[in-house]
């Protein structure tokens, strides 16, 4: 009976342990997949087939977006990323307004199989202009 409850308590403690990696390894991705502006800026100006993602609505690409962007809304993302994104390994920087929605298609992206999706933020933080 003793070994029946060491082994019970190993297996709760080891469970608890998993969520707290599982936790970590969720915080470690979305600080790996997410870069700064500055950061963003300097892929944009070395990177020669960098595709710049805003994944805002159509009405607020219309008010002003980043030179070079690509509209794809980030709720027509799961249904046309592939058309219109069709390498895999490309380098993908999403933007939207405040950076909740480029975050998720970041990682929507990423879920896809899109190896080198990155959210940078809003574009309300983006010092560098827009047209």
């Known amino acids: 009976m003793y070994k029946l409850i060491v082994i019970i ?4 403690w080891l469970a608890g342990c998993s969520s707290d990696t599982e936790a970590y390894e969720e915080l470690e991705d979305s600080m790996s997949i997410t870069i700064s502006p500055s950061q963003a800026r300097a892929w944009m100006e070395s990177e020669p087939d960098v595709i710049v993602l805003d994944v805002r609505s159509e009405t607020e690409f ?3 977006y980043i030179r070079g962007a ?3 809304p980030v709720d027509e993302i799961a249904y046309r990323a592939k058309a219109m994104l ?12 405040s950076g909740v ?3 998720t298609a970041a990682y929507t992206l990423r879920s896809m199989g899109f ?8 574009i309300i933080d983006w010092p560098y202009g827009v047209i």
């Not at 069709?86 to 307004?97: G, K, S, T, W």
């Not at 190896?115 to 809003?122: E, K, L, N």
């Open 9 to 12: 308590f190993g297996l709760l």
């Open 62 to 64: 219309a008010t002003g």
């Open 101 to 103: 929605r480029s975050l």
């Open 115 to 122: 190896t080198r999706a990155y959210d940078f933020g809003g």
């Open 86 to 97: 069709p390498d895999r390994d490309a380098l993908i920087l999403a933007y939207c307004r």
């Open 70 to 72: 690509v509209l794809l």
